[in-house]
């Protein structure tokens, strides 16, 4: 079974930078469409943003499109997901998908505070 890992969450202040990956063992990840969502407490899990597998065609929430950007290092078998000017509102569990293998990381903890 393929299991995202998702290192790179943290305790950033208001406007900084993060920049959270997604790898995982025994998987080519740019074969696959790969999503990154997000969970709030007491919220619904939301995506913010995907990549394709053939032409890294990217897609983000209107919530975050601007500051957040999706990119693949093929070389390393990486997703990232380059987080900038963040917002409190941004605090949450952030999880790293592959749809088509119905596989989820456990998540990375981001936390935007002063």
């Known amino acids: 079974q393929v299991q995202p890992v998702e290192p790179g969450g943290g305790l950033v202040q208001p406007g900084g930078p993060l920049r959270p990956s997604c790898t995982a063992l025994?998987?080519?990840?740019?074969?696959?469409?790969l999503r990154w969502y997000r969970q709030a407490p007491g919220m619904e899990r939301e995506m913010v943003a995907g990549i394709t597998g053939a032409t890294s065609s990217t897609v983000y929430a209107d919530s975050v499109k601007g500051r957040f950007t999706i990119s693949r290092d093929n070389a390393n078998n990486t997703v990232y997901l380059q987080m900038d000017s963040l917002k409190p509102e941004d605090t949450a569990v952030y999880l790293c998908?592959?749809?088509?293998?119905?596989?989820w990381g456990h998540g990375t903890r981001v936390t935007v505070s002063a």
């Open positions: 025994g998987v080519t990840l740019s074969m696959y469409i």
């Open positions: 998908t592959i749809p088509s293998r119905k596989s």
